[in-house]
């Protein structure tokens, strides 16, 4: 089962440039997340999609935008790369959002310089 | 809103040692609560949940009761091997809001 899937591993951007973060599972499941990982903070939410069509903010949206076209995939996009965004970023899905176990993609490494 | 305290790492314990990892929560309504752990180089992984009071999580030796009269979820474990090293994240989730909130995480190294 190759679960969660995210791509690139490590991507260092330049200030302003663009980049899609690709997110895909095969398990069918409804509810996808992306969250950001930053040193003694945590995991903090940015976008998530309750299905294919759905999609509404986290805690942290600003400076990315995410769509869902398919069960399977959920692009996390940058639109103009900021230092501020330099962090580790998973995408996870899970059946339903509630009392279900979600699974994590291995993370993203973003350096924006 | 909902919030999420695990107490500060690292913690570093030698093996075979009495693991307890603290956490406790502040949340409306009835929470469900994990354990999540990050090997390094990895992503996250459920490690054990409870869904209500009174429940205890248990996995790979580590358990977790949910204690509503405390907020507390604290993870232990009776004897630490060194594979156990990685990362810790209590998490909690509501049916009012559709996300997990994690702590900080907790980063434990066990050493021979």
């Known amino acids: 089962n190759a679960g969660v899937t995210q791509t690139p591993k490590f991507q260092v951007l330049k200030t302003g440039q663009s980049m899609t973060l690709q997110c895909a599972q095969d398990?069918?499941?409804?509810?996808m997340s992306w969250y950001r990982q930053d040193p003694g903070m945590g995991l903090r939410l940015i976008h998530y999609?309750?299905?294919?069509?759905?999609?509404d903010q986290g805690e942290v949206p600003n400076g990315y935008n995410v769509s869902r076209s398919t069960t399977e995939d959920f692009p996390l996009r940058l639109l103009s790369a900021a230092p501020s965004q330099t962090s580790v970023y998973f995408c996870?899905?899970?059946?339903?959002?509630?009392?279900?176990?979600?699974?994590f993609g291995q993370g993203t490494r973003l350096t924006v310089v | 809103g909902d919030s999420v305290t695990q107490m500060e790492g690292p913690v570093t314990l030698s093996e075979e040692a009495f693991l307890t990892i603290n956490c406790t929560y502040t949340?409306?309504?009835?929470?469900?609560l994990f354990w999540y752990v990050q090997y390094p180089g990895e992503g996250l992984q459920l490690l054990l949940k409870?869904?209500?009071?009174?429940d205890k999580g248990s996995n790979k030796g580590f358990e977790a009761t949910y204690r509503k009269e405390t907020t507390s979820f604290h993870l232990e474990k009776g004897s630490v091997q060194v594979s156990d090293s990685a990362v810790y994240f209590c998490?909690?989730?509501?049916?009012?809001?559709?996300?997990?909130?994690f702590g900080t995480g907790t980063r434990l190294q066990v050493t021979l």
């Open positions: 949340a409306t309504g009835y929470p469900s």
């Open positions: 999609s309750v299905g294919a069509g759905i999609t």
């Open positions: 398990m069918n499941h409804e509810y």
């Open positions: 996870a899905s899970s059946y339903s959002v509630l009392n279900t176990e979600a699974f």
């Open positions: 409870a869904t209500k009071a009174d």
């Open positions: 998490a909690l989730l509501t049916g009012t809001a559709s996300k997990l909130t």
